[in-house]
Antibody, heavy 123, light 107 residues
């Protein structure tokens, strides 16, 4: 069974940092691009970041660029999101996603989602 | 960025009804569109990709159509488990963007 399990969320003060993790199972982790999508309380979905299967070519939403860093460890089948300089508006459920692309398109849709980890930024 | 506008933002329907949700893109995105279903407290689930391709395991009562800027998601006969919020997402241009969502409620 394909599964994504996130961890690392929590309550943090503005300006603080967290490292979110996502452990993948049931598929060849190194062969697939992976990403993060977030959802603020009662709001819609927002693309955050993505990374290729090889670990290169990271992509970021403008709202998080230079504050968030995506990475992956193939030996641990784990995807990470380092979130720094957190703002109140970063409060959200962060979903780990497996990304798929269909010819002839370069970018992705999300075919597998984790259950999410909650990040709350508050003083 | 390509903006996606969904309509309606919510609707009320009965079991067995045919339901149609619309997603309009601010520019031509060919058929690079996906649809997701989200139940309360759950993660989204992929239903449709490439505007009209049904994801494996998704019931055939769900269908998608459209190309260019106008797209629709249709549920041919609404079932109790279909009462949820639906989102469209484009993957033609970067940054990836989602529609605002359509909540399908029980009449």
């Amino acid at each position: 069974e394909v599964q994504l399990v996130e961890s690392g969320g929590g309550l943090v003060q503005p300006g603080g940092s967290l490292r979110l993790s996502c452990t993948a199972s049931g598929f060849s982790f190194s062969s697939h691009d992976m990403g993060w999508v977030r959802q603020a309380p009662g709001k819609g979905l927002e693309w955050v970041s993505g990374i290729s299967g090889s670990g290169g070519s990271p992509y970021y939403a403008d709202s998080v660029r230079r504050r968030f860093t995506i990475s992956r460890d193939t030996s641990k089948n784990t995807l990470y999101l380092e979130v720094n300089s957190l703002r109140v508006e970063d409060t959200a459920v962060y979903y780990c996603t497996k990304l798929s692309a269909s010819s002839p398109y370069y970018y992705w849709y999300m075919d597998v989602w984790g259950k999410g980890t909650t990040v709350t930024v508050s003083s | 960025a390509t903006q996606l506008t969904q309509s309606p933002s919510s609707l009320s329907a009965s079991v067995g009804d045919r339901v149609t949700i619309t997603c309009r893109a601010s520019q031509d995105i060919n058929n690079a569109l996906a649809w997701y279903q989200q139940n309360p407290g759950k993660p989204p689930k992929l239903l449709i990709y490439d505007a009209s391709s049904l994801e494996s395991g998704v019931p055939s009562r769900f269908s998608g159509s459209g190309s260019g800027t106008d797209f629709t998601l249709t549920i041919s006969s609404l079932q109790p488990e279909d009462f949820a919020t639906y989102f469209c997402q484009q993957f033609y241009t970067y940054a990836l963007t989602f529609g605002g969502g359509t909540k399908v409620e029980i009449k």
